[in-house]
């Protein structure tokens, strides 16, 4: 079992900077990959961006530049810099594992944290 729990989020004006964090605890040495996800009101969740167990990122179009994915394995946290935030990328934004047990796979969920941008 792997718990997340993500902190960081809160409200900034267009233009500014948030970074958020996504703490895992339980078994974080099954943790393959990690991502972010963010959701709209209205909208699908979506990916934002994910980094693998050796660092390989994958980014959105629409955060490509802006947004940075980090990790640090020794103390199980995923980190989400966002810079020059838009009212766009107001969203609940959820910390994503993917665990790997006996012939399979597992996905963790975090709470979610909000991001609210301010035009």
């Known amino acids: 079992q792997v718990q997340l729990v993500e902190s960081g989020g809160g409200l900034v004006q267009a233009g500014g900077s948030l970074r958020l964090s996504c703490a895992a605890s339980g078994s974080t040495s099954s943790i393959n990959a990690m991502g972010w996800y963010r959701q709209a009101p209205g909208k699908q969740r979506e990916l934002v961006a994910a980094?693998?167990?050796?660092?390989?990122?994958n980014y959105a179009d629409s955060v490509k530049g802006r947004f940075t994915i980090s990790r640090d394995n020794a103390k199980g946290t995923l980190y989400l810099q966002m810079n020059s935030l838009k009212p766009e990328d107001t969203a609940v934004y959820y910390c994503?594992?993917?665990?790997?047990?006996?012939?399979?796979?597992?996905?963790?969920w975090g709470q979610g944290t909000q991001v609210t941008v301010s035009s």
């Open positions: 994503h594992a993917i665990a790997t047990g006996w012939l399979t796979e597992y996905d963790y």
């Open positions: 980094i693998s167990s050796g660092g390989s990122t």
